[in-house]
């Protein structure tokens, strides 16, 4: 499975974007997916995953929670991160992630797949 993320970039507090993770190799349907961020001296930090065992549930880290949305378009084969109300703390490097676990997790260590990381900036 590869992963390709994209759609990061400088954007003004309180403003959106919406990252995209592409895969190939692999349906996303059968997946879990996570997006995770890492700012720089900081550890990789869960911020919201979707499992494909569970009905498709979605579940946030309570600091994007009401801000950010999980998407996922099965004929593209695509998973976006629709984030509003962008904070500066928000800033750092965004990475999506997939597993076959089957249960979802919020630990970076159960996902087996990465994508390269797309860097989000949020000035104030």
């Known amino acids: 499975v590869q992963l390709q993320a994209s759609g990061g970039g400088l954007v003004q507090a309180g403003g959106s974007l919406r990252l995209s993770c592409a895969a190939s190799g692999r349906a996303f349907s059968t997946l879990d997916v996570g997006w995770f961020r890492q700012a720089p001296g900081t550890e990789r930090e869960f911020v919201v995953g979707i499992s494909w065992h569970i009905g498709d549930t979605s579940y946030y880290a309570d600091s994007v929670k009401g801000r950010f949305t999980i998407s996922r378009d099965n004929a593209k084969n695509t998973v976006y991160l629709r984030m509003n109300s962008l904070k500066p703390e928000d800033t750092a490097t965004y990475y999506c992630?997939?597993?076959?676990?089957?249960?979802?997790?919020?630990?970076?260590?159960?996902?087996?797949?990465w994508g390269q990381g797309t860097l989000v900036t949020v000035s104030s």
């Open positions: 992630a997939a597993a076959t676990l089957g249960y979802g997790s919020r630990d970076f260590r159960k996902y087996d797949y």
